[in-house]
């Protein structure tokens, strides 16, 4: 504070001197009012006040505050180096000719660069700086940051080296490399930057394989939340095309390593998989822009996105997030760092990314989630996907589209919106439906059972035991192979029965005034191969020549019991409840046909044929 300032120039300062060397030659200070500030040239600081005021620094590295929404800064190209000091979200594309954004005040706000080369800085809370075009600096700070270099060779660093998230103590640091080399022989040079801090140059000549370079330990001893490996002399010539390259084939940090795959990860401005600007300079919490190179983080909720290319990124401790855009990107994450989430736009395997609990698919391509090991959370997108936690107890989250959830362990979760599709769990385990979810297939050879939900829901069981309950809704109830037992509970429900199938057992008791569940017999079953039995209470109907029957518990207690309608897919017939005596009288005159037996015998159909027919239609 300047005390005096307004009331006579004797007590106001002429200059402001920076450490650097730079002097702001005027320093124009505005009122409450919506203020006009002009120089002609030199280095102008320029604070408006708290009116929405003009700016204009002419010549010369200006600097501008600005803290009101209506505040116009005039530049023109060529007029210095300048630089915008702000305590709200502003860009640096409202003037195309300032270099430099920093923010100030505790506010999660926002930077945004333009076409040139900037330098944006953010305060110490959470905030979001964006490159733009240009070759940028992005510089977090503290907080959690979001960092987005835009086109261009930019350098990113997430947090201030003063954080007070706990550092990682580093006693060891090893980087394998290998390069491509131009007629002139000069090595490809690697720095090797702690927390931001150049430490060591290795000129790497070797071409043929990978060689290990070590860090000097004398510069290590230090802790440090982030390690960048810089490629920083990078070269091409036209005739005949020439590209020096750097490779990283892995880097070492306390006995923990990152492997690339076996061709290395190229650190290159050219194009290609895994190609690497080596002015692309990776650091702290940050998306990792374009193409990228290995690195550590070793701190901090961190997001990191590749961008085009296969690329290598590794979030450290934290709850980091992964852009995953490229089926070659390798995750790397250590058994402690975090709950971490893959955000990928197709199909993706949890395998291939050890110790990341999280996967989110985005976009609406029909695209598949799996898990790993862990107790994951996956969540689908607006496609139809097929979600599979794997092992561990997992998470299901379905989207918009037709899904289908693998369930394997008791105690996993499926959820799923109304409205979000027709969707199908596949269980090996015994499961109730969860809400929203309308199909349920057993699968493996156990004898387990699967229970519906309110939704009309279709029940399918595997070859063993199963029972199977639809509750209510109009269900469709399919056993499969095994001896069932199928309960429908109350609604329209359908019962299926073909060869193969075995002794089903049917269980109804639905009073409903109009309900009608329905017996449907599969293709190859004809109506005249359907052989009906009064068995005490229970009504038996058989597959003629085959141990495969329908059996209707209680048919004979009471009409709640029954199933109203049997239905053939060979000759579409029906056969209502009731008709189905005057079968059962008609056969029992009749030994049921023997097994293997699949016509009725002639005396039989002579018999048989007519009452078939009136009661079949």
């Known amino acids: 504070t300047v005390k005096n300032w307004f009331s006579n120039a004797s007590y106001r300062i002429e200059q402001i001197a920076f450490a650097n060397g730079t002097v702001m030659t005027n320093v124009l200070v505005g009122t409450d009012g919506n203020d006009v500030l002009s120089t002609a040239g030199g280095n102008d600081y320029l604070l408006g006040g708290l009116g929405a005021d003009t700016l204009t620094g002419g010549l010369g590295n200006d600097v501008y505050m600005l803290d009101n929404p209506g505040d116009v800064i005039i530049e023109n190209a060529g007029e210095g180096n300048d630089s915008v000091i702000s305590n709200m979200s502003y860009s640096l594309a409202t003037n195309p000719n300032l270099e430099n954004l920093t923010l100030t005040d505790t506010a999660a706000i926002t930077a945004t660069g333009n076409l040139l080369d900037n330098l944006l800085s953010g305060n110490s809370i959470n905030n979001t700086l964006s490159g733009d075009a240009g070759n940028d600096v992005l510089k977090g700070q503290a907080g959690d940051d979001t960092l987005y270099g835009g086109s261009g060779n930019d350098t990113l660093y997430g947090a201030d080296i003063t954080d007070t998230a706990p550092a990682t103590l580093i006693n060891q640091l090893e980087i394998s490399a290998k390069a491509n080399l131009l007629n002139d022989g000069v090595g490809a040079k690697m720095d090797v930057y702690i927390d931001g ?24 001893g230090v802790s440090a939340r982030r390690i960048d490996v810089a490629f920083s002399n990078d070269a091409t010539v036209a005739s005949p095309v020439q590209d020096r390259n750097l490779y990283i084939g892995s880097i070492t940090v306390n006995s923990q390593t990152i492997t690339s795959s076996a061709n290395g990860v190229i650190l290159d401005i050219g194009a290609g998989t895994a190609a690497f600007d080596g002015k692309n300079l990776i650091a702290g919490q940050a ?20 961008g085009v290319g296969a690329d290598t990124m590794r979030g450290g401790l934290g709850n980091d997030l992964y852009l995953v855009d490229d089926a070659g990107d390798v995750i790397i994450e250590s058994a402690d760092g975090g709950i971490d989430r893959v955000q990928v736009g197709f199909s993706y395997d949890l395998n291939h990314a050890a110790n990341v609990e999280n996967l989110t698919l985005t976009g609406s391509l029909a695209a598949n989630a799996t898990g790993n090991s862990l107790d994951n959370t996956l969540i689908g997108n607006s496609g139809n996907n097929r979600i599979d936690g794997g092992l561990g107890v997992d998470r299901m989250e379905g989207g918009l589209g037709d899904d289908t959830f693998i ?20 269980t090996s385990i015994s499961l109730t439906l969860g809400s929203n979810v309308e199909y349920l297939t057993l699968t493996g050879t156990a004898g387990i059972n699967g229970t519906g939900n309110t939704l009309d829901n279709r029940l399918t069981g595997n070859s063993a035991a199963n029972s199977l309950s639809g509750l209510a809704g109009n269900d469709t109830l399919d056993g499969q192979g095994g001896a069932d037992t199928l309960t429908g509970g109350t609604g329209n429900d ?37 052989w009906f039995v009064h068995a ?55 030994a049921p046909p023997s097994s293997g037996q699949i016509t009725l015998p002639t005396n039989y159909q002579t018999a048989l044929a007519p009452v078939i027919a009136a009661n079949w239609q």
């Not at 369930?407 to 596949?426: F, L, N, Q």
């Not at 209680?554 to 029906?574: M, P, R």
């Open 197 to 220: 801090v150049l430490k060591t140059s290795f000129s790497v000549t070797n071409t043929a394989s990978y060689q290990s370079y070590t860090v000097d330990p004398a510069l290590l």
């Open 287 to 306: 998306v990792l822009p374009w193409n990228a190179a290995l690195r550590f983080n070793l701190e901090g909720n961190d997001l990191l996105d590749g």
């Open 407 to 426: 369930v394997d362990t008791v105690g996993e979760v499926v959820v799923e919106a109304a409205g979000g599709g027709s969707d199908t769990v596949e």
């Open 494 to 530: 359908t019962y299926v029965l073909g060869r193969g199938y075995g002794a089903d057992t049917v269980v109804e008791n639905d009073a409903t005034v109009g309900n009608a569940d329905v017996a449907q017999f599969l293709t190859g079953v004809s109506a005249d191969q359907l």
């Open 536 to 590: 005490g209470n229970n009504l038996e109907v058989s597959i003629i020549g085959t141990s495969d029957k329908l059996v209707v518990q209680n048919w004979y207690i009471g009409s709640a019991n029954h199933v109203e309608q049997f239905k053939t897919t060979d000759g579409n017939l029906t056969l209502l409840d009731s008709q189905v005596e005057s079968l059962v009288s008609a056969m029992a005159a009749f």
